[in-house]
């Protein structure tokens, strides 16, 4: 009895072990199999975009991408770059643009007389942009409510 138990579970380890390097040889990344090193000069995180005007915006939620360099723009507990360009108080000042109301609304949904500290790490939503080529071609397009 106890034999037959053990002859199972080797059994079934080894079963195991054949299907998940099976199934690994079946995920491939949309990437291929090019070595990720072998294509890093292509992927030139580093270089920053230089400043340029609002890039369009692919669907009505989305958070506008950041169309100017970043660099050094602290945001910690007590100090926050980009407010100092965008908040309500400075926005005409900058030029920048303003955040808008929904940065104002608390996690249930009510209205602050200040930003929401849901919406305060600024970088967890709006991305700064690079000048790489992308490494996979994207057929994505944006929505006919914002380019027809
Ligand atoms: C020195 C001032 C300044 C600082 C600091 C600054 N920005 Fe900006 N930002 C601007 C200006 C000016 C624009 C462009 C406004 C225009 O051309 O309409 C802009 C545009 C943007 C936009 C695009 C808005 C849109 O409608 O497409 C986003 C997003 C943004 N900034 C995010 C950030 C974030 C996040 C930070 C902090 C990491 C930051 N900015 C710091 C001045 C600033
Ligand atoms: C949780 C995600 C999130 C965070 C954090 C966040 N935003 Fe946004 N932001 C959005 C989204 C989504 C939009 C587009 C819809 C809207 O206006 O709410 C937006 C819109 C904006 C716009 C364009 C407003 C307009 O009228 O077109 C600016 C500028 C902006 N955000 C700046 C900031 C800054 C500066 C911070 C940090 C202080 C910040 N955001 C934090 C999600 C976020």
Redesign the pocket.
């Known amino acids: 009895m106890k034999k037959s138990i053990r002859t199972g579970t080797v059994l079934t380890l080894i079963g195991l072990l054949l299907s998940s390097s099976l199934y690994a040889a079946e995920v491939k990344s949309l990437r291929g199999d090019k070595d990720i090193a072998a294509e890093s000069d292509r992927a030139v995180v580093k270089k920053n975009i230089r400043d340029r ?3 369009p ?1 692919n669907y009505v939620q989305q ?6 360099k ?1 660099k050094g ?1 602290k ?1 910690n507990l007590k100090f926050n ?2 407010l ?3 908040s309500w108080a400075n926005y005409k000042q ?4 303003k955040i808008s109301l929904t940065h104002f609304k608390g996690r249930d949904g009510q209205d602050l007389s200040n930003i929401s500290p849901r919406r305060y790490f ?2 967890q939503c ?1 991305v700064r942009q690079t000048e790489a080529t992308p490494l996979v071609e994207n057929e994505f397009h944006a929505v006919k409510a914002i380019h027809r």
Do not use: E, M, N, Q
């Open positions: 005007d609002p890039i915006r958070p506008p991408l950041i169309p100017h970043i723009y945001i770059k980009c100092t360009c965008h900058s030029g920048a643009t600024c970088t709006h």
